[in-house]
């Protein structure tokens, strides 16, 4: 399933991506990636209403809780700016330590 949603994916279908990111999900409740994939996803998809954007920060999150992922952090800090800018501000900056500490350029 994974390598199939992958696939929707890369074709811009998100839509069609969504169900199976969220069965690996249910089969695999604490899988970070797949919690990963699915907030961009929701994040991404062309009608994110209200439940999708939550959905997505929800996901992203948990991810940013438990690892220590710049991607997901700057991803999270674009969905915050909307509605809580201290908080996209905190997780850009927890990005921007998570690349100094790796050596990155921002």
Known sequence: LYGLGQMYIHK???DKAVP???KILNAYPDNLDVM???GSLYSRLPAA???RK???LQYLKRVCEN???AEALI???QLQEQHNLPSAIAAYEKAQKVLETKKQDI
């Open 75 to 77: 991803e999270l800090g």
């Open 67 to 69: 690892t220590k992922d």
């Open 20 to 22: 199976l990111f969220e």
């Open 49 to 51: 209403d209200e439940d």
């Open 12 to 14: 811009n279908e998100l």
């Open 54 to 56: 939550k959905k997505a």
């Open 36 to 38: 990963k994939v699915l």
